[in-house]
């Protein structure tokens, strides 16, 4: 049986986004073994104080988060673009885990790209926006951009990526239903 962790990145789990984490979740936990992760609720310092200079203790939380991503087969990220990016909670959540010697490790000083420790692994992000989906169509979308780099790094293969646009100009109710279609699609995905 598949395992997915879910990754909700946005800080309110009330939000919209919490409520499609919630969707995911109540339709996969009959399917699949599955856990979530609200970084919101995290007790953490989001700030990697030295880079990797100097090593900074992780706090129980985080030690956890590192569990649940070892143990997972899938991760699952749901988050919000802001300012044409994720959230600082989701930026600061991998920076203190996907760490070195966990994430990834150098092994040659020639300057070839590190060991990925987490091969084998799959991703799917899933996203919103309160501009129009078309909008990224022609201006790009960073923020899948750059978590998709930071996972591939890693050994993390992403196999679906989701963006649910102009989430605030219509009743969320009524997006959330159209929404729970893509979201049947992309779970048949997860095999």
């Known amino acids: 049986m598949k395992k997915v962790l879910l990754i909700l990145g946005h800080p309110d789990k009330n939000s919209f986004n919490g409520k499609l984490a919630d969707i995911f979740e109540d339709k996969l936990k009959n399917k699949l073994e599955i856990r979530r992760i609200n970084l919101g609720e995290l007790n953490f310092n989001?700030?990697?104080?030295?880079?990797?200079?100097?090593?900074?203790?992780?706090e129980p939380d985080l030690r956890l988060a590192q569990s649940d991503?070892?143990?997972?087969?899938?991760?699952?990220?749901?988050?919000?673009i802001w300012w044409y990016s994720f959230p600082a909670v989701l930026k600061g959540f991998i920076d203190r885990t996907f760490l070195p010697g966990f994430a990834f490790k150098y092994n040659n000083p020639n300057g070839k790209l590190p060991d990925r420790?987490?091969?084998g692994k799959k991703s799917i992000?899933?996203?919103?926006?309160?501009?129009?989906?078309?909008?990224?169509?022609?201006?790009?979308?960073?923020?899948?951009?750059?978590?998709?780099?930071?996972l591939k790094f890693c050994g993390i293969k992403n196999?679906?990526?989701?963006?649910?646009?102009?989430?605030?100009?219509?009743?969320?109710?009524?997006?959330?239903?159209?929404?729970?279609?893509?979201i049947n699609k992309i779970i048949k995905i997860i095999k």
């Open 46 to 58: 989001s700030n990697l104080k030295n880079g990797y200079k100097e090593i900074q203790e992780l």
């Open 69 to 80: 991503i070892l143990w997972a087969d899938y991760l699952i990220f749901i988050f919000p």
């Open 117 to 119: 420790l987490l091969l």
């Open 125 to 150: 992000l899933v996203c919103t926006s309160g501009a129009p989906s078309i909008y990224y169509f022609f201006i790009g979308n960073l923020a899948t951009k750059t978590l998709r780099g930071i």
């Open 159 to 182: 196999v679906k990526t989701k963006l649910f646009g102009s989430i605030e100009k219509n009743n969320n109710n009524f997006k959330i239903n159209i929404f729970e279609k893509s």
